[in-house]
């Protein structure tokens, strides 16, 4: 019996060890020092590499963001289009905030849209029809490599556990089964934790995000004062939330003040009864 829980634990050390070695090499497969691997020299362009390279393409994993701001007439009705415009595509809404015009503010909205990749282009387009486009931006992230890395580590984990199960399953000592019990949870959380971070990186990749924000024509950036009497409302307010700022920090530095100021009064006391008792005591014939 001995024996057996001697080859279980060395066995389930093993496996560990393997399952670590394999993420560790499916890590640094991609590329070496975070940098690309060296690509090798182009041969001649034939039908046959023109197909290559669109597989290599079409594999590539590629987060793509954008960021719009139009000016509109009225910006409720122009999200409403823009809500349509998205769902039309296969798209959602992930946020949408509205905001009515008032005396210092004009009206304006804001929406987080999530499109599939290959419709970010023809997305953007029928949006900038919404009105005039202010500001317009889009970037493409590649997170091909950490991708693959994900993927290779989720392999050796799946493979570590599936081992540790066998074994479990084989195992008749009470010993050996806490040990690999013990094993079996800890592997799983790192592999779910793994599924997890791979599920996030593929929506990020198959749903592209664009920031839109429409405001209402010729108010400039939305909030900004429109005339004196918005400018002084603007200018009352903020000095009314300074004043009340200041209330506020006097109100937590008062119990401060407080206390290192009976402090300094003890001391005080404490500095002149000692100064009079000296002052009091008969100097030394």
């Known amino acids: 019996m001995k024996r057996y829980a001697l080859t279980v634990a060395a066995t389930v050390a093993v496996v560990v060890l393997?399952?670590?070695c394999s993420s560790s090499s499916g890590a640094s497969s991609p590329s070496e020092g975070g940098r690309p691997a060296p690509v090798a020299p182009q041969r001649d362009q034939s039908a046959s590499g023109g197909a290559e390279d669109g597989a290599v393409s079409a594999?590539?994993?590629?987060?793509?963001?954008?960021?719009v701001s139009i000016s509109v007439t009225n910006?409720?009705?122009?999200s409403a289009s823009a809500v349509t415009v998205v769902e039309q595509h296969g798209g959602h809404i992930d946020n949408r905030s509205e905001r009515a015009g008032t005396d210092s503010e004009s009206a304006s909205a804001e929406l987080t849209i999530r499109v599939p990749e290959d419709a970010v282009t023809t997305v953007l387009?029928?949006?900038?029809?919404?009105?005039?486009?202010?500001?317009?931006?889009i970037s493409s992230t590649d997170v091909t490599a950490q991708t693959t890395d994900l993927d290779a580590r989720i392999t050796a984990m799946q493979g570590s556990v599936d081992r540790l199960l066998d074994l479990m399953a084989a195992a008749t000592?009470?010993?050996?089964?806490?040990a690999l019990e013990s094993?079996?949870?800890t592997r799983q959380a790192d592999l779910d934790s793994l599924k997890s971070q791979r599920d996030l990186l593929g929506d990020q990749v198959a749903y592209s995000t664009i920031d839109l924000q429409l405001h209402t024509e010729g108010s400039g950036r939305p909030g900004a004062p429109k005339d004196f009497w918005g400018g002084?409302?603007?200018?009352?307010?903020?000095?009314?939330?300074?004043?009340?700022?200041?209330?506020?920090a006097l109100g937590v530095a008062l119990p401060w003040l407080l206390v290192l100021a009976a402090l300094a009064a003890i001391t005080l006391v404490i500095v002149r009864t000692v100064t009079r008792r000296k002052s009091q005591t008969p100097p030394a014939p």
């Open 59 to 67: 594999d590539a994993q590629v987060i793509t963001t954008g960021w």
């Open 18 to 20: 393997l399952a670590g």
């Open 232 to 248: 002084l409302a603007v200018g009352w307010n903020s000095l009314v939330a300074a004043l009340n700022g200041s209330l506020v």
């Open 125 to 137: 387009d029928d949006l900038k029809k919404l009105g005039t486009v202010d500001s317009a931006s």
């Open 173 to 178: 000592d009470i010993d050996d089964l806490i």
């Open 75 to 78: 910006p409720s009705t122009a």
């Open 183 to 185: 094993a079996i949870s």
